[in-house]
């Protein structure tokens, strides 16, 4: 086979389209039975929440159902009693209608005649079953922030991993929660991509510092986790560089360090400060923003954008400090628990002591 791919190369390109063609094909065959079975699922959930029978068998309906449905369907391993409660959830989660009332059994009939994309946005249908129960765990009945982390998943592809960790980071609490003034700066397209991309507080637990850590130590330690930095920054960041040297007239300035961000087309200069926000902090960071605008922005580019990171804030301050400037700056804090105590390294013994200890 080998002499022949070598013999003929057009034959070896076709081999090469048949094998991805196939895998392809078996992405988009797998894809449409995940969105069948999760309409199945959300079928079967309306049916358990809707019928009557758990009046009749009480607190061992859901045993009862899954032995049934076991017994109807021995080689189907989807009918546990947790899976058929979360197939209930489902469709209590998604459902539009949330005040249809308890309909007796002999509606089935017509309620099955009607199309499960009459109560439901169709994409709950595009993201793995996995990932459902992870998002109707966290979000206990709230449907919003589940649809929320339902296109995020979408929109990002999200691992299942990747999902549990915003999960457990409150970004929907913490999305587009900046202080800014993009809505007075920007336009009106823009500045809601713009604020849409902040979050309030970003989340540092992946890094782990000393409790009296510096501006230095903080950015060293975000640069040594730069992917988890990305992934909290959200969708579309592409680092330029830290310390990034701009000359500016006969000057030079740094800037701590600065983004791409591809979905909204502009440069983003985030500024960190291990103290709470000072008014201050708004000239330097005016600054450096239109500096870039005006060295590094092209003609397709839009204006670029200032992030300020900092410890703590007052609000009322930041609000009025944004808004006495003239170019798009937001302000947020960050948050860290994973700090460790000035006296632990020192109770821990050195290498030349463990070296010695071992001698004895």
Request: proline share 2%; net charge negative.
């Amino acid at each position: 086979m080998s002499e022949l791919i070598t013999l003929h190369p057009e034959y070896a390109e076709w081999i090469r389209n048949v094998g991805k063609n196939f895998k392809q094909c078996q992405i988009k065959a797998a894809s449409k039975v995940n969105e069948e079975m999760l309409r199945f699922y959300w079928s079967l959930g309306r049916d358990i929440a809707l019928f009557i029978y758990h009046a009749e068998y009480g607190s061992k309906f859901f045993e009862k159902l899954s032995s049934d449905l076991q017994k109807e369907l021995p080689d189907v391993k989807s009918f546990s009693v947790t899976n058929l409660k979360y197939m209930k959830y489902f469709y209590q989660m998604y459902c539009r209608d949330k005040n249809r009332q308890q309909v007796v059994d002999d509606s089935s009939a017509k309620l099955s005649q009607q199309t499960v994309n009459d109560f439901v946005d169709e994409r709950i249908f595009h993201i793995p079953w996995g990932h459902h129960i992870q998002i109707l765990g966290k979000c206990k009945g709230n449907q919003e922030k589940a649809l929320f982390f339902v296109y995020k998943t979408i929109e990002n592809n999200w691992s299942r991993a990747v999902l549990l960790n915003f999960l457990d980071t409150n970004l929907y609490e913490r999305q587009g929660k900046a202080i800014s003034n993009f809505g007075k700066i920007l336009p009106d397209t823009q500045s809601d991509l713009a604020q849409e991309m902040t979050k309030d507080p970003y989340n540092f637990d992946f890094l782990t510092l000393r409790q009296n850590y510096d501006e230095k130590e903080l950015k060293d330690a975000l640069m040594a986790n730069v992917q988890s930095f990305l992934l909290e920054l959200g969708k579309g960041f592409a680092f330029v560089g830290r310390e990034y040297r701009l000359e500016v007239g006969e000057t030079e300035q740094f800037l701590d360090m600065l983004f791409y961000n591809i979905a909204n087309h502009c440069y983003v200069v985030v500024e960190l400060k291990t103290r709470a926000f000072e008014p201050g902090d708004m000239g330097q960071l005016g600054t450096y923003v239109a500096a870039v605008d005006g060295i590094l922005r092209k003609n397709n580019d839009n204006q670029t954008i200032g992030l300020l990171i900092c410890k703590t804030k007052d609000n009322v301050l930041a609000k009025y400090a944004v808004n006495a400037v003239n170019v798009p700056i937001g302000i947020s804090e960050y948050d860290m628990s994973n700090l460790i105590p000035e006296d632990y390294k020192s109770s821990m013994p050195t290498i030349e002591e463990i070296e010695e200890e071992l001698k004895k």
